[in-house]
């Protein structure tokens, strides 16, 4: 396990929780099921679990595999990953496999509940910019490969 200075020094070095002051990190050190460390190898989560909530990676590196073994993605600190669980309520639809050690945060009904309507929001912002994101970067490579035929 990880001690509290050594997580406050990953958080805060991470763009998805930049717009946050220290007492709302604090606030989401409380929700300590929430943090989960991963070792690498270590599947995060699974094809076909039903689990509503998205994890913010925090720490490490990840894989996003169908099954079959096909490589989706890539992602690195400040990425998210099973967004569209929260609310579509759809089962998992790929894994998503520890790199190398790291930590992520999950962001579930629960948490959203419990926090102010501030953080609620501030969270939420970071969400929508990660997606427009992943949307500009699809955009861009669909351009690529239309040029290509």
Not at 14 to 35: C, G, I, V
Not at 75 to 96: A, C, T
């Amino acid at each position: 396990m990880m001690d509290q200075a050594t997580l406050q020094h990953w958080v805060e070095a991470n763009n998805f929780f930049q717009f946050m002051d220290s007492e709302e990190r604090t606030h989401l050190y409380s929700f300590k099921d929430h943090w989960k460390f991963v070792k690498p190898g270590e599947c995060v989560v699974r094809v076909g679990e039903t689990d509503y909530g998205f994890f913010v990676i925090v720490k490490g590196t990840f894989s996003v595999i169908k099954p079959e073994d096909i490589f989706l993605a890539h992602l690195n600190p400040g990425d998210l990953f099973g967004e569209v669980s929260l609310k579509s309520r759809r089962k998992r639809y790929s894994n998503v496999v520890a790199d190398e050690e790291g930590i992520v945060f999950k962001v579930d009904d629960i948490l959203l509940k419990k926090i102010s309507p501030a953080l609620h929001l501030k969270i939420k912002n970071q969400v929508i910019e990660v997606l427009i994101r992943r949307l500009d970067d699809m955009n861009q490579r669909l351009v690529k490969l239309t040029r290509m035929r």
